[in-house]
């Protein structure tokens, strides 16, 4: 029967494996609905929407990823829709599941993922396409959409992946672009509408009003020619795919205080990578950092207001029980009011066990006010900020507008005001970036040392550098660029070890932690890839590739070995995909999928980066016209409102 519970079939297998609790469910918070919710129409019709949504990383990564918490709520609020929760299972179980016949299943009510509508994924990275795969294999799906019958569930992707779903465009079905709320429920209601009349015209008519809907990208209805050379000569909608747009926008949802989400959020079972309850106080980010796909791909800036965001920790705090709050956003510092969120946040719970906690904080935007609001609590730990670039050239390169004695003079308050430690965060491999770009990381980082002890009169100074091999992505100004090879790489990084450990007075006090260069490599080919590169992910699959975004379970040799047999004899390779540097004119995979960026804009912001132009934040400046508000119809939401969080009223 759809939508019966695997469990009995499931808990026999829990003993046989390690952390049996991430397959149990039953998290504070997480809900069970009834398989019929919505009801039936008058001629027995379904009315219910049934999602799976899906982090394909382990539990202890997935459960506190805030975007499908975020759906996971706003789908359930829905009288007329259920959605439950699964995650990718380690190789103990997988084997389990294969032999006793158990498919992948969802950890609320433990139904079969197969019964549900939509199969939903969160893709913040492209290094889970192989745990999708394996994922959609368990399901007991046809691995291709193609070959999927009428009844399977619609396979979804979502989350910053999918700006370039190329590479799996053989294996979903469909795609969203952006902000996923609204999009959801929209999907939702075609779905709905579409069950109640009966199912007419099957699975392709559903995908045709899905696509229809101008935000819903459906890789079958478009038709992909290449150039002799390898090139693409131009993605258009097939000539029976009627009504399909040219190009398919990304989803923008405005006014953040209207979707005050999670409003109670999951409480993990078993142990995870982040246990805090938080909060995204805006969403966004017009700094202009050439490198961030994220950035660019998540404008305009709309924040959140003080008091919404106090409203939120409030009714998280007293649902959840945790101690500490995450303020998060790609730059928490920049909200206008953050100075006046923190303190309202600290006097409130002043006394209690609650802890504030911002990520890394962009040089610029830190001070010691700030930091001493978010340690009121009595924790106090390392403090990170992300330079990203050694050099002031690089710097202006990437866009990154900080300069070393910016950084010298922050650290140096924060030595001075207790810090014993702080950590530093670099990229590898920007455009022309040259070995003097990285060497000068390590003076930056001795500078560091000398500056906390001379200011603090102590050794016991610590700096950490933390560095990542750099991927140009999809919808930058970087996505022409090449990528600099995993050799080069790690030779550059070599040299720069070398240099920290130079200096026996100033180098014990230096941490250094990097990734060699070919996990780069292989997530580069998968970023920026067209549906050539979708062959290799399944080979790499069929040959173990599982959990690649792990170190331990990743395997450079397979994957550069499966796509030289599939790109065999055709005029593109890995290299081909990565450390090329792409023309002008060229058509890229993911020219019909609109962010709102206009290509001209990125294309000239590539050439001021060569020339070592900087530009401004365009939240304080005239616009710079990068296409986004007018192409998306949004604008730029900031503050300050001018409102206090007044302290809370015990009943």
């Known amino acids: 029967m759809a939508g019966e519970s695997l469990f009995p079939k499931l808990e026999p297998l829990l003993e046989k494996v390690s952390k049996p609790i991430q397959y149990v469910g039953g998290e504070l918070n997480s809900t069970v609905k009834d398989w019929h919710c919505g009801g039936f129409g008058p001629g027995g019709e379904e009315q219910t929407v049934r999602w799976t949504l899906m982090y394909p990383d382990a539990y202890e990564v997935g459960l506190p990823n805030q975007g499908v918490m975020i759906l996971y709520e706003v789908l359930n609020e829905r009288p007329d829709t259920l959605a ?136 079958a209805f478009y038709d992909v020619d290449y150039l002799p050379d390898g090139r693409i000569k131009r993605v258009a909608p097939a000539p029976d795919a009627h009504g399909v747009p040219w190009r398919v926008s990304k989803h923008t949802v405005m006014d953040l205080d209207a979707w005050p989400y999670p409003k109670q959020p999951l409480v993990p079972l078993a142990e995870t990578v982040h246990e805090r309850m938080s909060v995204e106080i805006f969403r966004g980010c017009t700094r202009g950092c050439r490198f961030c796909q994220a950035g660019m791909i998540t404008r305009p800036v709309r924040e959140r207001s003080i008091t919404g965001i106090g409203e939120m920790v409030q009714q998280g705090l007293a649902a959840t029980g945790f101690e500490e709050v995450g303020l998060l956003s790609l730059s928490s510092a920049d909200h206008s009011e953050i100075g006046d969120i923190t303190k309202g946040l600290a006097d409130r719970y002043e006394g209690s066990q609650t802890g504030l906690s911002l990520p890394s904080t962009r040089v610029d935007a830190f001070n010691i006010d700030l930091a001493n609001e978010l340690t009121r609590g009595g924790r106090r730990s390392g403090l990170t900020f992300a330079p990203e670039g050694g050099s002031e050239r690089i710097r202006k390169v990437i866009n990154k507008m900080v300069s070393e004695d910016d950084l010298i003079n922050t650290v140096a308050a924060a030595f001075s005001a207790g810090w014993r430690q702080v950590k530093l965060y670099f990229m590898c491999g920007l455009p022309t970036e040259t070995d003097e770009d990285v060497l000068q990381i390590a003076d930056m980082a001795k500078r560091v040392i000398e500056t906390g002890r001379k200011v603090s009169g102590r050794k016991d100074i610590r700096c950490t550098v933390s560095i990542g091999g750099f991927v140009p992505k999809p919808h930058t100004p970087f996505q022409w660029a090449a990528q600099l090879g995993a050799q080069e790489t790690d030779a550059r990084l070599a040299k720069l070890k070398d240099a920290i450990k130079s200096d026996r007075r100033l180098g014990s006090s230096i941490g250094m932690r990097y990734h060699d260069g070919k996990p780069g490599i292989v997530e580069g080919l998968l970023s920026r890839g067209d549906r050539r590169v979708g062959a290799v992910i399944e080979a790499v699959w069929r040959d173990g590739g599982r959990f690649d975004g792990w170190s331990e379970h990743f395997s450079y040799d397979r994957w550069m070995d499966r796509a030289a047999e599939v790109f065999d004899g055709s005029p593109v390779s890995v290299a081909w995909f990565t450390t090329r540097e792409r023309g002008e004119h060229e058509v890229l995979p993911w020219d019909h999928l609109d962010s709102g960026l206009d290509k001209d804009w990125l294309w000239d912001d590539w050439q001021d980066a060569i020339d070592e132009n900087e530009v401004e934040d365009c939240r304080w400046t005239p616009c710079y016209d990068c296409g986004v508000c007018p192409q998306m119809n949004t604008e730029i939401q900031i503050g300050p409102t001018g409102k206090k969080l007044l302290p809370l009223t015990v009943v």
């Open 84 to 219: 439950e929760r699964s995650y990718a299972v380690w190789s103990d179980m997988e084997a389990a599941m294969r032999e006793a016949g158990v498919p992948q299943f969802t950890v609320d009510g433990h139904r079969p993922v197969r019964d549900f509508d939509v199969f939903g994924f969160s893709m913040s990275t492209e290094l889970g396409y192989t745990n999708m795969l394996n994922a959609i294999d368990l399901a007991g799906l046809p691995l291709h959409a193609a070959d999927r019958r009428e009844r399977d569930p619609i396979v979804l992707v979502g989350g910053h992946a999918a700006f370039n779903p190329e590479p799996v465009a053989d294996f979903i079905d469909a795609a969203v672009l952006g902000d996923g709320e609204e999009a959801l429920l929209q999907i939702t209601d075609v779905i709905k509408a579409w069950k109640c009349e009966g199912r007419p015209g099957g699975r392709r008519e559903l995908l045709l009003r899905l696509a229809r809907t101008g935000g819903v990208y459906v890789p």
